[in-house]
């Protein structure tokens, strides 16, 4: 599979925080949400895959080592809600509240 983000995968990813990283991840989860509310399962499945690959860019990034385990199991929770039988009851108030918090500390500590 060729990647979605080549800049990001040819190294940019991995001088961002966990938190920044998270927060991009969680800007293609709320893309996927937007277009499956819309319909739009074509561009809901592109923003979702392109989810899955930023979240594989941070599972191998080493200095998430600590945290792979939260990582892994988001990632397998996400494919269940998007691809599968949803048997974790996820919804996405739950993924929206996830992934903004990242981006809220992504913000505060690049203080803008």
């Not at 938190?19 to 996927?32: D, F, H, I, L, P």
């Not at 509310?37 to 923003?47: D, H, L, P, S």
Request: aromatic share 14%.
């Amino acid at each position: 599979m060729s990647a979605l983000h080549r800049e990001l995968a040819a190294g940019r990813w991995y001088a961002l925080s966990f938190c920044e990283q998270m927060a991009n991840v969680g800007s293609e989860v709320e893309r996927t949400l937007q277009w499956n509310g819309k319909g739009n399962g074509e561009y809901a499945q592109r923003a979702f895959e392109r989810a899955l690959e930023l979240l594989d860019l941070t599972i191998v990034d080493v200095k998430n080592r600590r945290r792979l385990r939260e990582i892994v199991r988001t990632r397998e929770a996400l494919v269940d809600f998007f691809a599968f039988g949803n048997e974790y009851r996820s919804n996405e108030a739950i993924w929206r509240n996830y992934f903004q918090a990242f981006a809220y500390a992504a913000r505060l500590r690049s203080g803008k």
